[in-house]
Nanobody, 126 residues
Framework: QGQLAESGGGLVQAGGSLRLSCAASGRTFTRDAMGWFRQAPGKEREFVAAITWSGGDTNYADSVKGRFTISRDHAKNTLYLQMHRLKPQDTAVYYC???????????????????WGQGTQVTVSS
């Protein structure tokens, strides 16, 4: 049974940067697409970014495109989200996830992911 654990969240001023990490354990996810989602208080969980199992292709929500970069390191079994030019509206709990649908290269729906981390809080102050 695989597990995912996020780290790297925190409090940052608007315009700052953070890098989130998601460490996998219990199994490897090297053949699975992975993604980042976020959930702000009172809002539904929303897609942020996804990456194919190979790392060769990525997809981003329009709200983060050009500011966030998703990447993965198979040797470390770790997923990353580099966030630049952060805005107060980026404040949320960020979750990493691994897809269980090998037929979907870049899944954007939460229902297509079978493994989830516990989340890490990102707070951006204005």
């Amino acid at each position: 049974q695989g597990q995912l654990a996020e780290s790297g969240g925190g409090l940052v001023q608007a315009g700052g940067s953070l890098r989130l990490s998601c460490a996998a354990s219990g199994r490897t996810f090297t053949r699975d697409a992975m993604g980042w989602f976020r959930q702000a208080p009172g809002k539904e969980r929303e897609f942020v970014a996804a990456i194919t199992w190979s790392g060769g292709d990525t997809n981003y929500a329009d709200s983060v495109k050009g500011r966030f970069t998703i990447s993965r390191d198979h040797a470390k079994n770790t997923l990353y989200l580099q966030m630049h030019r952060l805005k107060p509206q980026d404040t949320a709990v960020y979750y990493c996830a691994a897809s269980y649908r090998p037929d979907v290269a870049l899944p954007i729906l939460p229902s297509l992911y079978g493994y989830w981390g516990q989340g890490t809080q990102v707070t951006v102050s204005s």
